[in-house]
């Protein structure tokens, strides 16, 4: 930017400041006088923040240089630091100062596994890189893990960990069954059961699975109602004897059914609600 451009908002300002006080006078019965500004004056006055403005960017280009070190920190089981290496060597650009450093987090959080990444410039040349890798709180479908936020972090699993529990749904329900499951699986832990898997069909029915197998229906409607009346009432009764049912029917207006298994389902309560 030229000098020229950076002083004239001051040169208007003190016009019209000498307006002003000229209007002042003539108010006060004295003759109006010209405009006349001390040019060289105002230059002694400004010289000073000029110089240290001047001296500000001199000292932003010399502390400018290259970056020479790059520490990458973080415990890694299936990130690939390589791959990590890899981005920071291609996209980090310009010098120590005018490094894009809000580029290079969004591309280093684009890689498979990788949930965070921090970046702090370390003088005079160093660059620190803090990645923080995902942790699976849950299957999705056949092949996605979740974390815990409910986010789809990677699909293609091929040996995805087999004690995680299994969730599903249609494209776009993610956030909204695991929010439920993570929820209900709390709660259920208090009650020392353990679930296994929750499932949202393309009708929009809920059904949740416990170890051993055992199902939990609660259907389409009221599904918050009918959960906290499994956890008040229907836990309690499957609790101690998990081995010999094989479904809990929740979707009724007042009530629940037990399928035992090898023999006809036993209800307590009003006719469904829904199927």
Do not use: K
Not at 214 to 242: K, M, N, S, T, Y
């Amino acid at each position: 930017m030229s000098l020229s451009l950076l002083f004239a908002p001051f040169q208007r300002w003190l016009v019209r400041r000498e307006r002003a006080r000229v209007r002042q006078a003539a108010q006060g019965g004295q003759d109006e006088a010209p405009v006349t500004i001390d040019w060289l004056a105002w230059g002694r006055r400004m010289a000073i923040p000029v110089v240290a403005l001047v001296g500000l960017g001199g000292l932003l280009l010399l502390m400018n240089h290259p970056v020479e070190q790059v520490r990458i920190e973080g415990t890694f089981q299936r990130v690939n630091s390589g791959d990590v290496e890899s981005v920071v060597r291609h996209v980090l650009r310009g010098g120590f100062v005018t490094a894009n450093l809000g580029e290079l987090r969004t591309r280093l959080e684009e890689l498979p596994w990788v949930d965070r990444a921090r970046l702090a410039r370390r003088w005079p040349s160093g660059l620190v890189v803090e990645v923080t890798e995902q942790v699976p709180a849950a299957r999705w479908g056949e092949d996605g893990l979740l974390n815990a936020r409910g986010e789809v972090f990677v699909v293609g699993v091929q040996h995805p960990p087999a004690e995680l529990p299994v969730l599903s749904g249609p494209a776009g329900t993610e956030s909204q069954v695991a929010q439920r499951f993570f929820s209900v699986q709390a709660r259920l832990g208090e009650r020392g059961l353990r679930v296994s898997a929750m499932r949202l069909d393309a009708r929009g029915a809920w059904t949740l699975e416990l170890m051993d197998g055992l199902e939990v229906r609660f259907g389409r409607r009221q599904v918050d109602e009918r959960i906290q009346r499994f956890l008040d009432v229907a836990a309690g009764v499957v609790q101690p004897r998990v081995a010999e049912i094989h479904y809990v029917d929740m979707r009724y207006s007042n009530g629940f059914s037990i399928g035992w298994r090898g023999q006809v389902a036993t209800s307590a309560g009003d006719g469904q609600s829904d199927v």
